[in-house]
């Protein structure tokens, strides 16, 4: 079955620091994985999507298919990078494309 | 251009009323779907439509119906509300499945259940 594992629940680091948001899945398929962004009471948003291998708002995430991995990453956190932060998994499924989210990561950036 | 829009936008309901909760969107999109999210939880699928007239289960439908007569509009009833449908829902739309496609999210509907 398919599934996204986001083994922090919280995430707090200094404006400035590293951030690294970590993501596991399982999937039998060729993953397809995305990072979506939900920011104080808003709808979420996309961020990233593997396929792209872009960058958004200083945010990159490398699919690691050995490690089953898509972990989200950015140099240097800046306080308005605040949110909840969920990755998710797509795959083709009883003739429907189907996101599976991870828990979410909720990250506070502190002055 | 719109999106995805939700109403209500927050509802407060006794148990055992019911209510429907409208999704409506503008960009033509074949799929529909409707989440709810809780703490620790994540999103989780609650039903979704792959076009007008069609809908099927998702991994949490029991206590919701939904319908799809019409291609822009995705409505998701609860016939008889429990506290434990207290939630955040969202609406999301897509085109059908294509590599690197991302859904759309309508802005939410807070529901809680008393």
């Known amino acids: 079955a398919q599934r996204v594992t986001q083994p922090e629940k919280l995430l707090s680091v200094f404006k400035g620091a590293p951030v690294e948001l970590k993501c596991n899945y399982s999937y039998s398929g060729s993953p397809e994985l995305f990072w979506y962004v939900q920011y104080s009471r808003q709808r979420l948003q996309l961020l990233l999507r593997?396929?792209s291998r872009e960058s958004i708002k200083g945010f990159t995430a490398d699919l690691n298919k050995g490690e089953t991995s898509f972990h989200l990453k950015k140099p240097f956190a800046q306080e308005e990078d605040s949110a909840m932060y969920y990755c998710a998994l797509s795959y083709l499924g009883q003739g429907a494309q189907k996101l599976v989210f991870g828990q979410g990561t909720r990250l506070t950036i502190n002055p | 251009n719109a999106g995805v829009t939700q109403t209500p936008k927050f509802r407060v309901l006794k148990t055992g009323q019911s209510m429907t909760l409208l999704c409506a969107q503008d960009?033509?999109?074949?799929?529909m779907y409707w989440y709810r999210q809780d703490p620790g939880m994540g999103l989780r699928l609650i039903h979704y439509?792959?076009?007008?007239?069609?809908?099927a289960k998702g991994e949490v439908p029991d206590g919701y119906n939904v319908s799809r007569l019409k291609k822009q509009n995705f409505l998701l009833g609860l016939e008889s509300a429990a506290p434990s449908q207290t939630s955040v829902y969202f609406c999301?739309?897509?085109?059908?499945?294509?590599?690197?496609?991302?859904?759309?999210f309508g802005s939410g509907t807070r529901l809680t259940v008393v």
């Open positions: 960009m033509n999109h074949e799929y």
């Open positions: 439509s792959v076009g007008e007239g069609t809908t």
């Open positions: 593997h396929i």
């Open positions: 999301a739309s897509s085109y059908p499945w294509r590599r690197g496609l991302g859904y759309t």
